[in-house]
Nanobody, 128 residues
Framework: QVQLVESGGGSVQAGGSLRLSCAASGYTRSNYCMAWFRQGPGQEREGVAALYVGGRMTYYADSVKGRFNISQDNAENMMYLQMSSLKPEDTAMYYC?????????????????????WGQGTQVTVSS
């Protein structure tokens, strides 16, 4: 089973940037899908971005396209989310998630239940 730990959240003004990190451990193979989800107060969990570990394809929610960038460092078992041009509506708890022994498709972001491993979350707050 894969274990995930997020870091890098914080408070920033609108228009600013933050970089989230997700450290993965416990699963050494490369055939899995990793993603970032977020959940604001009183809202459902929303898929933000995903990638296939060891692959090149990345997927984004329409709400973050052109502003967020998901990337990986396989040597370090790390995944990142570079967030730019942040808006108050980006305020949420951000979670790292993994679906092992799987490919990765953009529509996976619609179904948090597809992902069996989750981190504890890191808070991002964007003020206007």
């Amino acid at each position: 089973q894969v274990q995930l730990v997020e870091s890098g959240g914080g408070s920033v003004q609108a228009g600013g940037s933050l970089r989230l990190s997700c450290a993965a451990s416990g699963y050494t193979r490369s055939n899995y899908c990793m993603a970032w989800f977020r959940q604001g107060p009183g809202q459902e969990r929303e898929g933000v971005a995903a990638l296939y570990v060891g692959g090149r394809m990345t997927y984004y929610a329409d709400s973050v396209k052109g502003r967020f960038n998901i990337s990986q460092d396989n040597a370090e078992n790390m995944m990142y989310l570079q967030m730019s041009s942040l808006k108050p509506e980006d305020t949420a708890m951000y979670y790292c998630a993994a679906r092992v022994k799987s490919n990765c498709e953009g529509w996976f972001l619609l179904y948090p239940s597809f992902f069996g491993a989750w981190g504890q979350g890191t808070q991002v707050t964007v003020s206007s």
